[in-house]
Every structure is written in structure tokens, then in C-alpha cells.
């Protein structure tokens, strides 16, 4: 997990595609100018991307929560956490999936990395849950 701490100075265009799951789109970003860094090709679900959006808005500083290229997180400079809330079942599925195909062909070795990273974004956004978060 990476946290960015910054003013949020800059969104830069976005790529939308939509997703298997129903009115879910996932936009990436060509760059994020947050403080001192730039951060670039960032994957952002829908309903976060409306907080990320919100903290152009607001003066103070604003945390990003990524793992590896995917915002998982976003802290707003009033205090407000909002974080992108998963299905358990599903990502546990998937993982599972995942593994149990790896005696065939490696198939499952060309899906282990994907879903290894949205189990860890699971894990991180019930973290932020608990911290106080609010899923989305």
C-alpha cells in the first residue's frame, strides 16, 4: 500500500471503461498532480472517483490509499474517508479460481497477480472500514 499526501492540484484526462459489474465504470486517469507528486495511469472505480473529484474542490491536504496503480482510498482535507467497498465472496472466488487453475496450462498463473491485487485492496478498504471509512 502507498499513501500520497498533498494538495490535490490536478486531474488529468480519463480512459472510462465499463466493468462485468451492473452501472460500474473504472476510469484512469492519465495523471493525478497531488503535493509534490505526479502520479500517473491510476485506476479509480466510479463511485470513488466522485470524492477524488470532490477534493479538487477543497483546500487542505488530501490523502490518496493505492495499491500498486488503483486508488483503494481517498481522505478529504474535511476529514472525510471514503474508501471502494468489495464483495468478499467475490474476491475470495476469484482468488480461489485463480489457484485452482494453475495445473492447467498456467492459466491460473496469468490470473494470480489481478486477483492477489484486489484481495489486497479488500483487505486495505477494510482497514480504511475501520479507521471510519465510508464504503462506496
Known amino acids: ?9 490536478m486531474l488529468g484526462s480519463a480512459d472510462i471503461q465499463t466493468t462485468i459489474e451492473p452501472g460500474v465504470s473504472v476510469y484512469t486517469y492519465s495523471v493525478i498532480e497531488i503535493g509534490d507528486a505526479i502520479l500517473g495511469g491510476i485506476q479509480v472505480r466510479g463511485g470513488l472517483n466522485n470524492f477524488l473529484r470532490r477534493g479538487l474542490q477543497q483546500d487542505g491536504t488530501v490523502t490518496l490509499y493505492l495499491i500498486r496503480a488503483r486508488l483503494v482510498g481517498v481522505q478529504l482535507p474535511d476529514g472525510k474517508l471514503y474508501y471502494q467497498k468489495a464483495n468478499r465472496v467475490l474476491v475470495s472466488f476469484f482468488l ?41
Open 1 to 9: 500500500m502507498k499513501e500520497v499526501k498533498g494538495s490535490l492540484k
Open 96 to 136: 480461489i479460481f485463480s489457484i485452482a487453475l494453475i495445473p492447467f496450462l498456467g492459466l491460473g498463473l496469468l490470473m494470480l497477480p489481478s486477483s492477489v491485487s484486489e484481495f489486497r485492496s479488500y483487505r486495505l478498504g477494510r482497514r480504511l472500514g475501520k479507521q471510519g471509512g465510508i464504503g462506496v
